[in-house]
């Protein structure tokens, strides 16, 4: 098993930036391929970003394309999400995810941690 808490979440006005953490504990989370998904009330929880379990391998949805990074810290069980230049549609909780090898759909993840909620402002 492994168990995934998030921290980070805040309110920004739009432009603004922030950065999740999510610290991983349990069975050997370096071995697993990490990744952050969002959920908006009302709508499907969808993919933003992934890193392998390397650390040498990312991917992102189109929408947060070349304004989220994803890291990770396998000495620290940790994996980041920067946020740069955010917009409303940025908005909702953000959940932290494990899988055995990258997935970019929700119903393959493995674990799942609890949510940290963004809130952007125009």
């Known amino acids: 098993q492994v168990q995934l808490v998030e921290s980070g979440g805040a309110s920004v006005q739009a432009g603004g930036s922030l950065r999740l953490s999510c610290a991983a504990s349990g069975r050997s989370p370096e071995n697993y391929a990490l990744a952050w998904y969002r959920q908006v009330p009302g709508h499907e929880r969808e993919f933003v970003a992934a890193?392998?379990?390397?650390?040498?391998?990312?991917y992102y949805a189109d929408s947060v394309k070349g304004r989220f990074i994803i890291s990770r810290n396998n000495a620290k069980n940790t994996v980041s999400l920067r946020m740069s230049s955010l917009n409303p549609e940025d908005t909702g909780t953000y959940y932290c995810?494990?899988?055995?090898?990258?997935?970019?759909?929700?119903?393959?993840?493995?674990?799942w941690g609890t949510g940290t909620l963004v809130t952007v402002s125009s």
């Open positions: 995810a494990a899988s055995i090898v990258v997935i970019t759909r929700s119903s393959g993840m493995d674990y």
């Open positions: 890193i392998n379990y390397r650390g040498d391998g990312t």
